[in-house]
């Protein structure tokens, strides 16, 4: 059974940092990209950032300099470090996992990310 749990979000003032982490479970994590998306309220869900299992990157304009995504391969986990955080950035904040072979996608459940004073 695949699982990808996500922790670390909460309330932070506008200019603070989290930290976001998503453990994997039944997959062979090395053959999966790795990857965030965030939905914020009456918006689409948009891509965030992602990361292949080489360590190539791939990020958002509007997150470019202030979040830096990274994967822990010995502890199936991947992180989304954000800093300089924005009232923008208030979303759910959902990882996936993508297999490269298949293109065959899982969810993680969200975890919610406010920023606000």
């Known amino acids: 059974q695949v699982q990808l749990v996500e922790s670390g979000g909460g309330l932070v003032q506008p200019g603070g940092s989290l930290t976001l982490s998503c453990a994997a479970s039944?997959?062979?994590?090395?053959?999966?990209?790795m990857g965030w998306y965030r939905q914020a309220p009456g918006k689409q869900r948009e891509s965030v950032a992602s990361?292949?299992?080489?360590?190539?990157?791939v990020s958002a304009d509007s997150v470019k300099g202030r979040f830096t995504i990274s994967r822990d391969s010995a502890k199936n986990t991947m992180y989304l470090q954000m800093n300089s955080l924005k009232s923008e950035d208030t979303a759910i904040y959902y990882c996936?996992?993508?297999?490269?072979?298949?293109?065959?996608?899982?969810w993680g459940q969200g975890t919610q990310v406010t920023v606000s004073s």
């Open positions: 039944g997959i062979a994590f090395n053959n999966y990209v």
């Open positions: 990361i292949s299992s080489s360590g190539s990157t």
């Open positions: 996936y996992a993508r297999r490269v072979m298949t293109g065959s996608i899982y």
